[in-house]
């Protein structure tokens, strides 16, 4: 079956400008995550939905938003980016389970 | 990571046996993932622990100790594409959908 699917894989933004990252979980998971992966910091959770509901949140700024449609793909929304916000974003699909994690590619974010 | 330590960076030699330590301070703990990332690909899954104990799958193993907050990850017959990252996280009963993270473990294999 078709795994995660992050799009689009690499992206290049000025600061100021927003930025919409989309993710396809495995098809029958419901639960999505967001991390933010950089060298510093590691993996960061940002989010978490199950059934279009925001279960979880991390402690990033209000600037950092998402959302879960119907199908249960989810999207993330950055605004006002500025150039810490460069990192690997990825997102993780689970059958909304405490185990089973699965993780897509990532979207590589570069914010000049 | 949040309570969550690895050692950041280790090496050893092909065929070689590597453990990977991973210590963790939490309340509500579920269980402890092993996670290998390589360089620009997406982290994938290696083991779950729940319960106390060693539980193995091929060349790797994962070891879990709850009342020490201790866990490892032993790689055995290593090989050169074993270089990469290894991430160990948690997850919580009280916050579902949310894995906690260590900052990773570079393994450097070297032939």
């Known amino acids: 079956k078709a795994g995660v699917t992050q799009t689009p894989r690499y992206l290049i933004k000025t600061r100021g400008q927003q930025v919409t990252l989309s993710c396809s979980p495995i098809?029958?998971?419901?639960?999505v995550s967001w991390y933010q992966q950089t060298p510093g910091q590691g993996l960061q959770f940002l989010f978490e939905?199950?059934?279009?509901?925001?279960?979880n949140k991390g402690n990033f700024p209000g600037r950092f938003s998402g959302r879960q449609f119907s199908n249960s793909r989810s999207e993330m929304n950055v605004s006002t980016l500025e150039l810490g916000d460069s990192a690997l974003y990825l997102c993780?699909?689970?059958?909304?389970?405490?185990?089973?994690?699965?993780f897509g590619s990532g979207t590589r974010l570069t914010v000049v | 990571g949040q309570n969550i330590d690895q050692p950041t960076e280790m090496t050893a030699t092909e065929g070689a046996i590597v453990q990977i330590n991973c210590t963790y301070q939490?309340?509500?703990?579920?269980?402890l993932f092993w996670y290998q990332q390589h360089a620009g690909e997406a982290p994938t899954f290696l083991s779950y622990?729940?319960?106390?104990g060693l539980e193995e799958k091929g060349r790797f193993s994962s070891f879990l100790s709850r009342s020490k907050g201790y866990s490892y990850l032993l790689l055995k017959e290593l090989q050169m594409k074993d270089s990469a990252s290894y991430l160990c996280?948690?997850?919580?009963?009280?916050?579902?959908?949310?894995?906690?993270f260590g900052r990773g473990t570079q393994l450097t294999v070297w032939p």
């Open positions: 993780a699909s689970s059958l909304g389970q405490n185990n089973g994690y699965t």
């Open positions: 098809s029958g998971h419901r639960s």
């Open positions: 939905y199950f059934s279009e509901t925001q279960r």
């Open positions: 939490t309340s509500g703990f579920n269980g």
């Open positions: 622990n729940v319960l106390d």
């Open positions: 996280a948690y997850d919580r009963g009280s916050t579902l959908g949310r894995l906690y």
